[in-house]
C-alpha cells in the first residue's frame, strides 16, 4: 500500500485526471480519494489577498571595516 499526495483536476462529467509517480504498475487498482470541498483555485486567490508583512527596519549605518564577527574574536578564554 502506497500513500501519494498530487493534485488532480476534475472534469465537468465527474472525470479525474492526476499524475502519479512512474513506479506505480499501470493495470486497476483500488484507490482511495479525498476531495478537499474548496478548489485549490480559490485558496491560491485567497492567498494572494492577504496583505504583506511590514516589519520595521533600523538603519544603523555601514558596518566598520575592521569588525570581525568570528567568535573568537567576540568571546575571551572563558567563552563569555
Known amino acids: 500500500m502506497k500513500t501519494i499526495e498530487t493534485i488532480a483536476t476534475v472534469t465537468k462529467d465527474g472525470k479525474i485526471t492526476a499524475q502519479l509517480p512512474l513506479d506505480i504498475p499501470e493495470g486497476e ?42 567568535r573568537e574574536d567576540m568571546y575571551d578564554d572563558w567563552g563569555r
Open 29 to 70: 487498482h483500488q484507490v482511495v480519494i479525498v476531495i478537499d470541498e474548496k478548489p485549490l483555485v480559490e485558496k491560491l486567490e485567497s492567498k494572494e489577498k492577504r496583505p504583506s508583512l511590514n516589519f520595521p527596519v533600523h538603519n544603523c549605518g555601514l558596518c566598520p571595516e575592521n569588525l570581525s564577527l568570528r
